[in-house]
């Protein structure tokens, strides 16, 4: 699925969106390295620390799908320039690669294209511990 049409993907799921306390919707998209698209919006909770982001919505819908490996991740926000994934969710990602590639857009149009090793260099890894 090309560039485009995956940014208005999660435009789209961002609408489903449960964000009563912050306003603040996002949309995500990962795509697995088979060409699986799994998609995720963010879920607010009343108890804040229990609220989970969009791009970790859509991991985790992918791995309980039986996905493990991804290669890109979209994500998609109401924010002055192209919308990052916050550090836990950087976290997240970078447990299923180093490689996967980000594009960061907002609903103005602006995108950036990064990687998961550029926005969390030297990354917590459970690999380096043994």
Do not use: H
Not at 102 to 125: Q, R
């Amino acid at each position: 699925m090309e560039k485009e049409k995956l940014i208005e993907l999660a435009k789209s799921v961002r609408k489903r969106a449960y964000v009563p306390y912050s306003n603040f919707a996002v949309g995500a998209v990962v795509v697995s390295k088979k060409g699986e698209v799994y998609t995720g919006c963010n879920v607010e909770n009343a108890s804040y620390g229990l609220t989970v982001c969009a791009e970790r919505n859509a991991i985790f819908k992918a791995v309980s799908e039986g996905e493990r490996e991804f290669s890109l991740l979209v994500v998609v926000g109401d924010t002055e320039g192209p919308c990052m994934p916050c550090g836990a969710c950087r976290q997240v990602i970078r447990e299923f690669g180093s490689d996967i590639k980000i594009i960061a857009a907002n609903l103005s149009g602006e995108s950036k294209e990064t990687t998961i090793a550029e926005l969390l260099p030297e990354a917590f890894d459970y690999n380096d511990l043994k």
